[in-house]
């Protein structure tokens, strides 16, 4: 886990220029806090590394799906993959370009595919036969022809946590290798569609990049295939997937090798390279604030519960992940074995178990590491918790990018 963005100055935690505690006494806790600069840097890694090649990066707005953060990544010129109408609706309100847009998802509704297509989107990543005769049915009614990559489903493991491997033909996503390349086969029966790209996405936190050497072989000769066959395929979209080191000392996947490996695969390919990075783009660019509220020495064990929960970050009791803690003030000396856990009623709610923690008590601060993807967008008001507010950082100037949620706000459009 490095921690270039959160590092300590004289004993105290900060994101970039900005001290953690002064963000907890302006806003409370608990609190999502981001660095503009990490969300830059990341986003700019891919862009540099890539420079040589064709390419578009569509950021998977599901990792973090805040204003803020889809506005910073407009501005450098981002384009963006979503799962729902939702999460269009999200781009376009913080200033996102509809045709850089691909909407990925194994079941999309006819009304969000409309939604999409009278907004312009770029292309859609389909997913299922019936999502091509749904599209090619609203396509002709509002006159639109968009563009189309099939999801291919490669069978291939990729080696990660199961919930969030997509790329086995066990799993639901995407359309077998064979089933695609004959559904390509009769494009034209699918006027107004245009097949003019493939997509794939194995799933997510993928350490060892060989993985995706072996699918970007299998669809650069699909790709070569189908434009034997005549078909005007233009791009290979490979989906997202690069992990972020977690634990402590752990790097993350590395975004140059990585494209690296991409470029020399892409370099005099006729096609044009798409990805959707979430986590590496903002994972390590977050974390959540959270303070001591009892500190209870148990028979067996010493547990810190603080004012953060499941319900703010579901990760550690949905994928039993590992996230680092760290103390907001740390001068050092004695570190004691803690359980960190939240107030919600299950044992579940832990962030973690038997870490090395110097001494706390009430009202001390910690930070979880390494939150700023599948953080937020996973929250829930479970327990009936108002979900946490959200600061964005920038050098030493931090703002409120999300208001944390009132009493009021829990039970909005409830009829008793
Ligand atoms: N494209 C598609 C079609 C996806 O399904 C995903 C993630 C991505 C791109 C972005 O993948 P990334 O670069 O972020 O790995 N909630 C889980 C992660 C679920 C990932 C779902 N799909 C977690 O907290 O680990």
Known sequence: MPLQEFHYRDS???CEDAALSAIAQAVGTPTYVYSASAIRENYRAYERALADVPHRIHYAVKAN???AVLALLAAEGAGFDIVSGGELYRVLRAGGDPSTVVYSGVGKTAAELEYALEQGIGAFNCESEQELDMLREVAARIGAKPAVALRVNPNIDAKTHPYISTGLSEHKFGIGLQAAESLYGEAAKWSPLEFTGISCHIGSQIFDTSVFEEVLSQMLALAARLCASGLPIEGINLGGGLAVGYEQGQPSA??????????SAFAGSRFALGLEPGRSIVGQAGALLTSVLVYKQADRKIFLVVDGAMNDLLRPALYSAHHEILPVFDAGGPRLLCDVVGPVCESGD????????????????LAVATAGAYGFVQASN???RPRAAEVLVDGEAFRIVRERETREDLVRGEAS
């Open 12 to 14: 105290q935690l900060y």
């Open 65 to 67: 799906s805040s204003l």
């Open 254 to 263: 590395s975004i140059a090798g990585y494209c690296q490996m991409l470029s």
């Open 350 to 365: 832990f962030f973690a178990t038997g870490r090395e923690l110097p001494a706390c008590s009430a009202g001390d601060l």
């Open 382 to 384: 479970y327990n009936s």
